[in-house]
C-alpha cells in the first residue's frame, strides 16, 4: 500500500485503489499499526478501495508536532477523506480503533457508509465502574513498559491476541511502539460520554472474541442493550484483536457485512 503523509497532521494514512469500488477504512489497536491488517488488505484490495492509517505515536505517524492529541483524530480524517475525493466510507475500528471509529462517526455521521467495532465498547454510554476499571488497567500496561518495552510486550501479546500466530505478530509490532507515545493516549478520555447516539443512517457491527476478556463481553452485551438493532458477532478461537487471530472467519464477516450495507 502506498504510505501518504497528511499536509495539516501528524498521521500517515495508506491507500490501495481499485477502480470505482466502495471505500474500507481501518483503524487498528494501541501498540501496533497499520499492518496488523494485512490479511484483509490482502483479501480486500482486488474487491474494494483501502485506506488504513497509523494512530498518532504509531507506526509512521511519530512525527508529532506540540498540541497535536489523539482527540483530533477525526479531524484528521475528515482531511484525508477530502483530500482523496472519498464522500463516504465504510469504518473498521479494533480496540482504540474501535473508540476513534466511534468518535468520527459522532462527529461526521454522513461520511459513514457501515460502522464495524470490535474488541471495543460504546464510547457514548461508557459506564462509569467499567470506565474506572478499564483506566486502572491502562495505567498497569503503562507501569509495565515504563519498566520495560519487552515486557510491556510480551504481556500485551497475550491480552490482545488467542492464536500463537497473532500473538508473535502483535508482539512484532507491539515491541516498536516508543514509550513517549504514551503521552498522544492522554486526551483518550475526551471522546468518551461526549456525545448521545442519535439515529444511524448506517448499519453497526460489534463484537469481540470468545476469549477476550470478560469485561469486554460485558462491554458488548451492554452495548447490545442500548442499540437493539445492531448486529453482535462473537468470534470462536479469538481474543482481542479478532482480525489476527481468525483472519478467514473476520474477512468473510465483514463481506456480508458491507454487502448487505450496500444493498
Known amino acids: 500500500m502506498k ?13 490501495s485503489r481499485t477502480g470505482q469500488a466502495e471505500w474500507i ?6 501498540f501496533v499499526n497499520h499492518n496488523m491488517f494485512r490479511a484483509q488488505f490482502a483479501y480486500f484490495e482486488n474487491k474494494y478501495n483501502i485506506l488504513a492509517i497509523d494512530i498518532i505515536g504509531h507506526g509512521q505517524s511519530a512525527d508529532v508536532q506540540k498540541g497535536d492529541t489523539i482527540d483530533q483524530t477525526a479531524k484528521w480524517i475528515s482531511e484525508i477523506l477530502k483530500t482523496e475525493h472519498i464522500d463516504n466510507i465504510h469504518i473498521v475500528g479494533v480496540s482504540l480503533g474501535a473508540v476513534l471509529a466511534q468518535d468520527f462517526a459522532n462527529r461526521y455521521p454522513y461520511a ?23 483506566s486502572a488497567k491502562q495505567k498497569l500496561m503503562m507501569l509495565k513498559a515504563l519498566f520495560s518495552v519487552k515486557w510491556f510486550a510480551e504481556a500485551n501479546k497475550k491480552i490482545s491476541a488467542y492464536t500463537s500466530q497473532a500473538q508473535n505478530e502483535f508482539y512484532s509490532m ?3 511502539f516508543p514509550k513517549k507515545s504514551f503521552l498522544f493516549l492522554a486526551t483518550l478520555n475526551n471522546m468518551v460520554n461526549k456525545y448521545q447516539t ?3 443512517n448506517y448499519p453497526l457491527l460489534i463484537g469481540c472474541g470468545k476469549y477476550d476478556i470478560p469485561m469486554e463481553l460485558e462491554a458488548i452485551k451492554a452495548w447490545k442493550s442500548s442499540e437493539p438493532d445492531c448486529t453482535v458477532v462473537l468470534f470462536e478461537n479469538a481474543g ?6 481468525v483472519p478467514q ?8 457485512f458491507w454487502r448487505g450495507a450496500s444493498q
Do not use: W
Request: charged residues 20%.
Open 249 to 256: 472467519e473476520f474477512n468473510k464477516t465483514m463481506e456480508d
Open 240 to 245: 482481542h484483536c479478532v482480525n489476527m487471530d
Open 3 to 15: 504510505p501518504i503523509k497528511s499536509a495539516n497532521s501528524p498521521i500517515t494514512y495508506f491507500v
Open 198 to 200: 442519535g439515529q444511524r
Open 25 to 30: 477504512l481501518f483503524i487498528h489497536a494501541a
Open 174 to 176: 507491539n515491541i516498536l
Open 112 to 134: 459513514v457508509r457501515s460502522l464495524a467495532c470490535f474488541g471495543g465498547y460504546d464510547i457514548n454510554n461508557f459506564d462509569a465502574k467499567m470506565k474506572s476499571e478499564n
